[in-house]
Nanobody
Framework: QVQLAESGGGLVQPGGSLRLSCTAS????????MGWYRQAPGKQRELVAS???????NYRDSVKGRFTISRDNAKNAVYLQMNSLKPEDTAIYFC???????????????WGQGTQVTVSA
């Protein structure tokens, strides 16, 4: 089994910054794509950014130029640096990873428990 543990959420003023971290633990042979999603009250969960094992990244338009996703493959970790935060960034942020637990298994998707990010004056 695999667990994802997030940290780094909190309350920040508009224009401020936060850095989210997520580390995968358990039975891990390989991790493919890792990503960050968010869900605001009354809205559907949406992809914020994703990163492949070789470093290719993808961002939703509303965070381009403000957020940066990165990963440390040796630590099975993914990070999200969020700058110039806006009130509309307020949401629960979830990390996500495609994990292969053994050489002969297929990739399965795992989710973290979520961390609250609130942007407010």
């Amino acid at each position: 089994q695999v667990q994802l543990a997030e940290s780094g959420g909190g309350l920040v003023q508009p224009g401020g910054s936060l850095r989210l971290s997520c580390t995968a633990s358990g039975t891990i042979f390989n991790i493919g794509v890792m990503g960050w999603y968010r869900q605001a009250p009354g809205k559907q969960r949406e992809l914020v950014a994703s990163i492949f094992s070789r470093g290719d990244t993808n961002y939703r338009d509303s965070v381009k130029g403000r957020f940066t996703i990165s990963r440390d493959n040796a630590k099975n970790a993914v990070y999200l640096q969020m700058n110039s935060l806006k009130p509309e960034d307020t949401a629960i942020y979830f990390c996500n990873a495609d994990v292969k637990e053994s050489l002969y298994s297929t990739y399965q998707v795992y989710w973290g428990q979520g961390t609250q990010v609130t942007v407010s004056a």
